[in-house]
């Protein structure tokens, strides 16, 4: 069973995390959720609480197949700038293993050097970016290498669909794409 990193940041986009979340674990993907610290209850950008399953601390890239960063800008900042994200980030690209960033998030991507030329992200945040390729609205999903990105909240649920059809597969991806009647998610 594929094993993936959500770090949680206090505020994080809480559509963005528990979607993706959500999505991976009807998949039966295992789904860690890290605080940056002890404190487990990691407050959102719309004042939702969550849980965090545990400190990322001590989580290595052997660890997991996969990180997926979510938005909000509050939360982007603080994943741009822990040390452990950062070098979690920068040991997954070079290990060539999968890293997912939605929102605003790719900035914590481009701070630890590892978003690719071609990605999206929430419109406007592209200017903080300083990496080519940015392609806007022409897809809700865009994977370069190892690293996908996605748009903002609206594309949330597409974006959990893409990392599932990744990681697990075509026949959970159609599974799940018809069960949450995502069918205008575009094919990944």
């Not at 770090?7 to 789904?31: H, K, L, Q, S, T």
């Not at 949330?156 to 959970?172: Q, R």
């Amino acid at each position: 069973m594929p094993r993936v990193l959500v770090p949680i940041a206090a505020g994080f986009e809480e559509i963005e995390a528990v979607c993706i979340i959500d999505v991976m674990r009807r998949a039966g993907i295992e789904v860690i959720m890290g605080s940056l610290n002890e404190i487990l209850l990691v407050k959102g950008a719309n004042g939702i609480t969550v849980q965090a399953d545990r400190p990322i601390d001590g989580i290595v890239a052997d660890d997991i197949d996969m990180i997926v960063l979510p938005g909000g800008w509050d939360g982007t900042n603080a994943l741009a700038e822990d040390a452990n994200v950062q070098s979690l980030l920068q040991e997954m690209d070079a290990k060539g293993k999968n890293i997912g960033a939605i929102c605003a998030a790719p900035f914590a991507l481009y701070t630890a050097g590892v978003l690719k030329e071609g990605y999206t992200c929430y419109p406007s945040v592209e200017e903080k970016i300083k990496v080519a390729g940015y392609q806007g609205d022409k897809s809700a999903v865009v994977q370069t290498g190892n690293v996908m990105t996605s748009r903002g909240p609206g594309t949330a649920i597409c974006f959990g669909l893409a990392i599932v059809k990744k990681l697990v597969g075509d026949e959970a991806y159609e599974g799940l794409l018809s069960g949450l009647l995502a069918k205008y998610c575009s094919p990944v």
